[in-house]
């Protein structure tokens, strides 16, 4: 399914947004550099639990139109407002990784959490801009630099041999990050860098959820904990080993603590009810 978001110049942009399954709708959205397929190892996890998947590809990334504006925080977070408002109008719990924690983050401090059941923030950034902020890479190595930051999140040192990610499996994510608009890559990953969610944090109010990989070098676990103790009531769950990559390197877990928390806050029907 794709979505109208707005236009730049004569081009339609449009979001992809794939949705898969029946009951309460869960809404994925995406870290940097990668699209929605990041989510492959949750969606058989959440399917099976009787939910309503609807992985989103940002603008710029995946099956979504290739444009070179947007990239701001405001507008991506209005770009959720028209998935939600089109695809969940009674409300759906949204699970976010990296900078799609930050997007969402933002839409509830913007908008509210109207249409919002719960929220999931998978490795989200600090509540302040990273310091120092990293400097946007120069396009020409693009190619290299992706596939430092995957290796890096999937299968650091740090990690024990049998945690990390195969390099088959690295590749295949390689593959879907260069894909990826390289005007999006490079003007997204700004944003994150220069992210600063500090007035949004007092005005969310649901139930949400913080995980985060203890492993996690580019991101220590101190950020997160600042974060969620900006959120009345979060949940903190510290995966052991943990890297930035954890969707598919500590999949188990991560799928284990969203089914846990979405029986919590959005009790799927019994199989015979829906």
Do not use: K
Request: charged share 20%; proline share 11%.
């Amino acid at each position: 399914m794709r979505i109208d978001v707005g236009r730049e110049n004569s081009t339609l942009i449009e979001l992809q947004v794939d949705d898969f399954g029946h009951g309460p709708p869960v809404v994925l959205l995406h870290g940097w550099p990668l699209s929605g397929r990041v989510w492959e190892p949750q969606l058989p996890a959440l399917l099976a639990a009787g939910r309503r998947v609807l992985a989103v590809d940002r603008r710029g990334f995946g099956g979504s139109t290739r444009c070179s504006l947007g990239f701001d925080l405001d507008t991506l977070a209005e770009d959720l407002g028209q998935v939600l408002e089109r695809l969940a109008p009674a409300g759906a719990v949204v699970v976010a990784h990296d900078l799609g924690a930050a997007e969402l983050l933002r839409y509830l401090g913007s908008f509210g959490g109207e249409r919002l059941r719960a929220a999931v923030l998978v490795v989200p950034p600090p509540p302040t801009p990273e310091t120092p902020a990293p400097a946007p890479p120069p396009p020409a190595p693009r190619a290299a630099m992706l596939r430092h930051w995957i290796d890096e999140a999937h299968a650091p040192p740090s990690l024990p041999l049998a945690r990390r990610l195969d390099a088959d499996a690295r590749h295949a994510l390689w593959l879907d990050a260069i894909a990826n608009g390289p005007l999006a890559l490079h003007a997204s990953r700004a944003t994150l860098d220069a992210a600063d969610l500090r007035d949004d944090l007092p005005r969310i109010d649901v139930p949400t959820l913080v995980l985060h990989g203890e492993a996690d070098m580019g991101r220590p676990p101190a950020g997160a904990a600042a974060l969620a103790a900006a959120l009345a009531g979060a949940r903190v769950e510290r995966l052991a080993e943990a890297p930035r990559g954890l969707l598919w390197t500590h999949a188990d877990e991560v799928n284990a603590a969203l089914l846990a928390f979405l029986a919590a806050v959005a009790p799927a029907p019994p199989a015979g009810g829906r």
